[in-house]
T-cell receptor
Framework: QKEVEQNSGPLSVPEGAIASLNCTYS??????FFWYRQYSGKSPELIMS????GDKEDGRFTAQLNKASQYVSLLIRDSQPSDSATYLC????????????FGSGTRLSIRP | GAVVSQHPSRVICKSGTSVKIECRSL??????MFWYRQFPKQSLMLMAT?????????EQGVEKDKFLINHASLTLSTLTVTSAHPEDSSFYIC???????????FGQGTRLTVV
């Protein structure tokens, strides 16, 4: 089982709608979780970090963490064409020393 | 967010030569830096993890004699691709983090083309 899993997509969402991106993780010891956005041909950029159960909001983005279900999600409200990118979920590898474990990414496409 | 600067952003080199890529954390001290390689339309592939003052830990299948990593200070890590070949052409990206459970910030990436 992969340590961090995401649906590869593509996920197609109409402009203005809510895009919901999901991620599951296998290591119960993981304490922190990160969402990155990567545009084609560019390096990833950090969007959100979440450390405790519940929701964390930042502008149009909301990260949700449920440690009991080992589930992390990212909601993007009022989706814009500029949100079209690959979204990567990541967590420090508790049992993998100092690595950060990335999911394979979900490709999101916002259609006008 | 914190800033990680990677240089150069693009490099073209001849087969058999070596190329050095620098990664600097500009506004924080990076105890750990990571080096990735990414081929078009593929996922990030971790090449190695380096902690300041220690030897890098390479992922399985990554040749440590070919991809030399130095993390001599808390703000600078370098990756040297030695005796480059066309199959080494790729997008190389570094990232850096301050402590174990905090987020990592990425450099802009280096597009290496070996001709």
């Amino acid at each position: 089982q992969k340590e961090v899993e995401q649906n590869s997509g593509p996920l197609s969402v109409p402009e203005g709608a809510i895009a919901s991106l999901n991620c599951t993780y296998s290591d119960r010891g993981s304490q922190s979780f990160f969402w990155y956005r990567q545009y084609s041909g560019k390096s990833p950029e950090l969007i959100m970090s979440i450390y405790s159960n519940g929701d964390k909001e930042d502008g149009r983005f909301t990260a949700q963490l449920n440690k009991a279900s080992q589930y992390v999600s990212l909601l993007i409200r009022d989706s814009q064409p500029s949100d079209s990118a690959t979204y990567l979920c990541a967590a420090p590898g508790y049992s993998s020393a100092s690595k950060i474990i990335f999911g394979s990414g979900t490709r999101l496409s916002i259609r006008p | 967010g914190a800033v990680v600067s990677q240089h150069p952003s693009r490099v073209i080199c001849k087969s058999g030569t070596s190329v050095k890529i620098e990664c600097r954390s500009l506004d924080f001290q990076a105890t750990t830096m990571f080096w990735y390689r990414q081929f078009p339309k593929q996922s990030l592939m971790l090449m190695a993890t380096s902690n300041e003052g220690s030897k890098a830990t390479y992922e399985q299948g990554v040749e440590k004699d070919k991809f030399l990593i130095n993390h001599a200070s808390l703000t600078l890590s370098t990756l040297t691709v030695t005796s480059a070949h066309p199959e080494d052409s790729s997008f190389y990206i570094c990232s850096a983090r301050e402590t174990r459970n905090t987020e990592a910030f990425f450099g802009q990436g280096t597009r290496l083309t070996v001709v």
